[in-house]
């Protein structure tokens, strides 16, 4: 279908992200890794490989779901833009021609060979409670449950995000507790994924259910394992909306990416420089919306023009050239042979602050320099 997505993205009269800065921040508490993870996995806020190299990411959306048969090609194209993640639209099959779980190992396969980390979302659950036609998380854990068996053991390679923009503006305050059912089936049925779950209102979170209750959400994980993903788009036209809410979760310690975002929306003018700024000052990551197959009025997200690679649309001049952007942030995967290199250049130190005993953000390892996780020099 030529609608890559269905974006009836609304600002609420009422209620505004930005003021819910001192609720985030009061429910909030501190949270670490209940378990020993497998693979990509979160420790203290942060996103970690398997190895405990910090991972930020940086990538563009596909719909591969809408255009199967483009996404070989995409994906090598993406990484040759240098992205080091994708996120991979799928059909859970309530709204559109289910992926099956044939398509889903060889998209891992495809990622694996592009080097490229691979999220992976259910796509069906947009907008449900506003949406007639959408699939709930409950149907969407059945989704994952029933491809088990290709994702298993690619833990170092897949993050699960559960479901796109799981509810719209009507009856979202069923988020929280949906949310935390569907992680508890997902770890009931032995995922060890990493998870990642996006926020309601159409993804954008203006009434702030996600950040008021994520915590909540992320101690109900047995794993201490979910990353939340915002998606901003014209709820976040300041970069004080930018700030405030990705801050938010920084300071509690929470795992937090820019799971899409664009430089244009029919719901407002989205500020993208503050979106990709604040981003990389924090070291968290991100994912532009979308490689291309746009459509019902929304074609300049797409970041290539016909799927040429060669054919930059404005937005794809930004989101990869520009400030900030893809070509000069992104870092590969260290599970790829990534160098594990901070972005000023100097590696990161494996034995984290134990190599720091001065808490200048400087350690020593190897008879070289190096840069601790979390350090001045690394911010």
Same mark, same amino acid.
């Given at each position: ?156 390679? %897949? /993050?699960?995000?559960? $479901? !796109? ?12 507790? &949906? @949310?935390? *059912? ?74 937090? %990416? /820019?799971?899409?975002? $664009? !430089? ?12 990709? &700024? @604040?981003? *990389? ?79 200048? $953000? ?18």
């Amino acid at each position: 279908m030529t609608l890559s997505v269905p974006k009836i993205l609304r600002r609420a009269a009422t209620a505004t992200t930005t003021g819910m800065a001192g609720l985030a921040i009061a429910v909030f508490g501190l949270s670490g890794t209940a378990h020993a993870a497998t693979g990509i996995h979160v420790s203290n806020g942060r996103i970690l490989e398997s190895n405990g190299n910090d991972f930020v990411m940086r990538g563009i959306n596909h719909a591969h779901a809408w255009y199967p048969g483009r996404t070989g090609s995409s994906l090598a194209a993406i990484k040759a833009k240098g992205a080091n993640t994708v996120r991979v639209v799928l059909s859970s099959g309530q709204r559109w021609t289910r992926t099956s779980a044939s398509e889903v190992s060889s998209i891992i396969s495809q990622c694996k060979s592009n080097r490229l980390i691979c999220v992976l979302e259910a796509h069906d659950t947009t907008g449900y409670g506003e949406d007639g036609g959408a699939a709930t998380l409950s149907q969407a854990v059945d989704y994952w449950t029933g491809i088990k068996s290709v994702l298993v053991g690619q833990e170092n390679y %897949v /993050v699960i995000n559960i $479901g !796109n923009e799981p509810y719209g503006n009507t009856n979202y305050t069923q988020w929280t507790s &949906a @949310t935390q *059912q569907a992680i508890a089936r997902m770890r009931s049925a032995g995922f060890q994924h990493a998870l990642m779950v996006d926020a309601p209102n159409w993804g954008q979170d203006w009434s702030g259910t996600m950040r008021a209750n994520a915590s909540a959400v992320f101690n109900a994980d047995p794993a201490r394992n979910t990353i939340f993903s915002i998606h901003m788009y014209g709820v976040y036209d300041t970069a004080a909306e930018v700030r405030s809410y990705l801050n938010a979760f920084v300071n509690a310690r929470l795992p937090i %990416v /820019v799971g899409e975002f $664009g !430089n244009n929306h029919s719901d407002g003018n989205p500020d993208e420089d503050a979106i990709m &700024a @604040t981003s *990389q000052s924090l070291r968290l990551g991100y994912l532009g919306w979308s490689w291309s197959g746009n459509g019902g009025g929304v074609e300049y997200l797409d970041v290539v023009s016909g799927f040429n690679p060669n054919q930059l649309t404005a937005w794809g001049q930004r989101l990869i050239h520009g400030s900030n952007g893809i070509a000069a942030t992104s870092r590969q995967a260290t599970v790829y042979g990534g160098s594990g290199t901070a972005p000023n250049g100097y590696p990161y130190c494996q034995n984290g602050s134990a190599t720091d005993p001065d808490g200048d $953000g400087w350690g020593w390892e190897n008879s070289r320099s190096c840069v601790v996780r979390s350090g001045p020099a690394d911010r």
